[in-house]
């Protein structure tokens, strides 16, 4: 698992791109789930966190070369500024891995309205 801080600015759309690998070779992740979780407190539950988005990744040459993307609208990052905590889970059959975690920094928008 890698701890790394990310930024958004509120309001922003973004697409993030996740790799799965093995041994340097892509593994198929056609069906399998991705799970971005963002909650104001590290220990508050998952029914209270203010982000829940996940996707199934589709068969397709992308996720057959362990390439799959999580899209946030800007309704989902129509949050308060601030800090909150976040983690990527990937999810299959008999796999499941915490493999993304740290802060996610809201920081404001320049341009109002």
């Not at 971005?36 to 057959?64: C, E």
């Amino acid at each position: 698992m890698r701890d790394l801080n990310l930024q958004i600015v509120a309001e922003d759309t973004k697409i993030y791109t996740v790799r799965l690998t093995r041994h340097n070779l892509p593994v198929n992740i056609s069906g399998w789930s991705l799970f971005f979780t963002v909650k104001k407190d590290f220990n508050d539950l998952d029914i209270d966190a203010v982000i829940s988005k996940s996707v199934i990744f589709p068969n397709n040459t992308d996720s057959i070369n362990g390439i799959g993307f999580l899209s946030l609208t800007s309704t989902d990052t129509t949050l308060a500024v601030g800090e909150y905590f976040y983690d990527f889970k990937l999810i299959d059959i008999d796999y499941r891995e915490t493999f993304l975690r740290g802060k996610l920094i809201i920081i404001p928008t320049i341009l109002q309205g």
